[in-house]
């Protein structure tokens, strides 16, 4: 296997997945992984995610003593700053009213990195899921050069932000969009991503949910394996993240079908270095 350890998986703290943290620690001991990050999702500053990511890290912290390979990261997601402002003022998003504005709507994410260290935190994985530039852009028809646009932007401010360890399943569609052909995404923008990446230290991910999305083409996965490729040769370093939710199967022969021919051998997966692990 070219991966031997996974910075990426969702335990049953995370709102959206179910699999106990034995079961992901037994699985994982059988498939002879070398590390498992536990990265449960905290999408918003609001109770039900902080209060997540506090059950999460002491469950973690708790199953390290079993399985001494699981990290403790988190995945965040960017999140439009007036959304921000207004959880952080009433606690809830109950009652928000998307502002109109000139322009997108300002990046944030929800906790600090001062606050991620306080819960023992090691790394985050960081990605965009949704655009967060306009007003109720959620419920807009997707537009395919507007969001191109948005991830970019989304990616660019996660390349630089100093609580991003890697760069989680870049272009990451929660449709689709680009789904069928890769090659809509201009190559300037994702040379510009593995630079700053690059520059700014970060990782990039290989995401198993990609190759395995009813929505992605087989096209579209061989020049998705080639886009990691090509961030690799960069000198962006490439991590592997399986995104479990629910169980914890062996899924790398599967993505590893594409990434051979796109020319990934022994070695070339990169391991969290203990120099960027907080
Ligand atoms: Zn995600
Ligand atoms: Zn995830």
């Known amino acids: 296997m070219i991966i031997r350890s996974d910075w990426h998986v969702h335990s049953e703290y995370s709102y959206d997945a179910s699999t106990p943290l034995d079961v992901i620690g037994e699985n994982a001991k059988k498939a002879g992984m070398r590390y498992v990050g536990i990265t449960d999702h905290v999408n918003r500053n609001d109770k039900q995610y902080l209060g997540d ?22 995945e965040l997601t960017p999140i439009e ?19 109109a504005q000139e322009g997108p709507y300002d990046i944030m994410l929800a906790v600090t990195k001062q606050e991620l260290k ?19 852009a959620k419920v807009l028809p997707p537009d395919l050069n507007a969001s191109i646009k948005e991830w970019y932007r989304q990616q660019m401010f996660l390349a630089a932000d100093e609580r991003v360890t890697v760069l989680g399943h870049p272009w990451y569609h929660p449709e689709g969009l680009w789904y069928d052909d890769f090659s809509v995404i201009p190559r300037g923008m994702n040379a510009d991503i593995f630079a700053a990446l690059k520059e700014n230290g970060k990782y990039i991910e290989c995401n198993r949910d990609i190759f395995t999305d009813k929505k992605s083409a ?14 690799f040769e960069a000198g962006v370093p490439v991590t592997y993240g399986s995104d ?14 594409y990434l051979i021919p796109a020319g990934f051998s022994d070695g070339d997966f990169s391991e969290i270095s203990e120099k960027d692990l907080w």
Request: glycine share 6%; no cysteine; aromatic share 12%.
């Open 81 to 99: 700053k007036p959304l921000f402002d207004y959880i952080a003022e009433t606690g809830t998003r109950d009652g928000f009213v998307p502002p």
């Open 244 to 257: 479990h939710h629910n169980g914890y199967p062996d899924a790398r022969p599967t993505v590893e079908q």
């Open 53 to 74: 990511l506090k059950r999460s890290a002491a469950g973690v912290t708790a199953a390290r003593e079993k399985y001494p390979f699981l990290v403790l990261g988190a």
């Open 118 to 136: 306080a819960l023992g935190l090691r790394y985050a994985v960081v990605a965009a899921h949704r655009r967060v530039d306009l007003p109720n």
């Open 218 to 231: 087989e096209k579209f996965r061989r020049q998705y394996a080639e886009f990691l490729r090509e961030a």
